[in-house]
């Protein structure tokens, strides 16, 4: 039998390996049918990347599939079991409104996670209804994409689907389940949880089952757990300052939302800063800035610890043995996040090689930036097209200086002008998801009309393009747009 007739129709090709755990670590359950399931959003060339049949996902089968009326051939639907710190405060959740349908096997041999969020209530929601409302799941679908054309790692979106059933939040508000795409849905929390059942074999099964998805090398080694944690220190560096790079700010970085695949997880209050400022908070909820865009790499740190902490009793016999390789691991975090955060500066100022002041060069121009005011987006934008007149450090003297500097630095390497241009042009997103757009897109959205969306998608899928298309998205809003809010009910 050949590769295509083993799949089930539409392309579906599920594997369930997260049954195989202890089972104290999910629950078993099928998604809530809603009433009447309309699929609204599809995302056809992530359908064709899992190799499925994005013209039969169009289908009234298909629409009901995504809204979880039915299961996709092969799928063993299951709720997963997390912990997690919330603001600090440690809370026993678990997937209280998403249910992961199975893992699809992908043409080019990738596990990919197949998650419903909204499908109604599980064992973990608590006082919550288990649904979502159609706003943030679009939301989510605008960000997470957008994500991915930046090239930084995240879930992605698939579909968004409306139920036809109203959800209650602070007004009645259309429902909708969105089907995310998850390389997994590990997270700090899912160990938090299995460390707190206090059974040794519960988590080293889950650890071997993450060094089987995520780091299959590691398998069989003798120090693999402490490579595991070696591993997602590593990955949660370069995320983090793949974030920074782009003035991404999360906005709730509980351990319960950290990928242990290193992929930015879960959309909620997340927003791309405008106006350079390390204090940049949204959401609503964060009256602390404990999500701060500056305190994001700490948060980080703080958050691997917490996963280091649930591996101890695998590190080594001794917990002061343990706790002294868990400490050197987190050490890690540091260097690399410098090493990554530097060298995407680097690029965003169009610099080859590297030379000391390398680091003060991109530092003074963001502190510029701060007492400027001036947007971190369209700063670097205008840098790349040589078009920094436009911005509001052009008239500062402080920046005459600072542009002293950086062209002595620039005239210094061998390469040409042009290389350096083209670095920066693939350093330098020209747009990203600005919050009035994406609010624009989901006002229209809510009436039936897509077409905004659809435009700001496909604008944002190659932010380095630098087309004519692209230049009305790098617009500013009104200043009465700002600031900006994001709400954690969603
Ligand atoms: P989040 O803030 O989206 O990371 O969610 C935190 C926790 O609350 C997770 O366990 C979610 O599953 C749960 N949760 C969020 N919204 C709902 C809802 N409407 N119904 C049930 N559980 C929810
Ligand atoms: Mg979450």
């Known amino acids: 039998m050949t590769q295509q007739q083993a799949n089930a129709k539409g392309g579906w090709r599920l594997d369930n390996s997260y049954t195989r755990l202890p089972d104290i670590l999910y629950s078993r359950l099928e998604p809530t049918p809603v009433d009447e399931p309309k699929l609204v959003v599809l995302n056809e060339a992530l359908a064709a990347e899992l190799g499925l049949d994005a013209a039969e996902l169009r289908t009234e089968a298909g629409a009901a599939m995504l809204g979880g009326n039915t299961l996709p051939p092969g799928a063993e639907p299951l709720a997963q079991a997390y912990a997690g710190h919330q603001f600090g405060h440690f809370t026993m959740l678990g997937d209280g409104r998403a249910i992961l349908l199975?893992?699809?096997?992908?043409?080019?041999?990738?596990?990919?996670?197949i998650q419903l969020k909204g499908p109604g209530r599980t064992p973990y929601s608590r006082q919550g209804d288990g649904r979502a409302a159609l706003g943030p799941m679009l939301r989510e679908y605008i960000i997470s994409e957008a994500m991915h054309g930046l090239g930084i790692p995240t879930t992605r979106s698939l579909a968004v689907t409306l139920t036809g059933e109203p959800v209650y939040r602070e007004e009645v508000l259309q429902g909708a389940v969105l089907t995310r795409v998850a390389a997994s849905h590990l997270r700090v929390g899912t160990f938090q949880y299995a460390a707190g059942l206090g059974v040794r074999e519960h988590l080293q099964a889950l650890a071997d089952y993450t060094i089987e998805r995520h780091d299959p090398q590691l398998a069989g080694r003798e120090d693999r757990y402490l490579e595991l944690l070696r591993q997602v220190v590593r990955r949660q560096a370069s995320l983090i300052a793949s974030w920074q790079l782009v003035g991404f700010i999360h906005g709730v970085m509980n351990t319960d939302n950290m990928a242990l695949s290193g992929e930015t997880i879960d959309y909620g209050p997340c927003a791309f800063m405008d106006v350079f400022d390390p204090k940049t908070v949204f959401s609503s909820i964060d009256r602390q800035g404990r999500y701060a865009y500056g305190n994001q790499p700490k948060i980080g740190v703080w958050n691997l610890a917490r996963f280091a902490e649930t591996l101890l009793p695998l590190l080594a016999e001794e917990t002061e043995a343990a706790v002294e390789l868990?400490?050197?691991?987190?050490g890690l975090f540091g260097?690399?996040?410098e090493r990554h955060w530097l060298g995407g500066m680097r690029a965003k100022l169009g610099l080859f090689g590297e030379e000391a002041e390398d680091r003060e060069l991109a530092r003074d121009l963001l502190e510029l930036m701060q007492t400027e005011q001036a947007d971190y987006t369209n700063t670097f934008r205008a840098l790349t097209l040589g078009q920094i007149e436009t911005s509001p450090l052009a008239c500062a003297a402080a920046f005459q200086d600072w542009q002293a500097r950086w062209q002595a630095r620039r005239d210094r390497q061998s390469e040409p002008e042009s290389a350096s241009?083209?670095?920066?042009?693939?350093a330098n997103p020209a747009i990203i998801a600005r919050n009035h757009?994406?609010?624009?897109?989901?006002?229209?959205a809510e009436t039936g009309d897509y077409d905004i969306m659809h435009r700001l998608v496909s604008a944002l899928a190659d932010p380095y393009a630098y087309t004519a298309e692209q230049e009305r998205y790098a617009e500013l809003p009104d200043s009465g747009e700002r600031p900006y809010r994001t709400y954690c009910g969603t």
């Open 102 to 113: 199975g893992e699809q096997l992908t043409p080019s041999g990738e596990r990919r996670d």
């Open 326 to 330: 868990a400490e050197e691991a987190l």
């Open 335 to 337: 260097s690399e996040f």
């Open 421 to 426: 241009r083209e670095r920066m042009q693939r």
């Open 437 to 444: 757009r994406v609010e624009e897109a989901l006002a229209a």
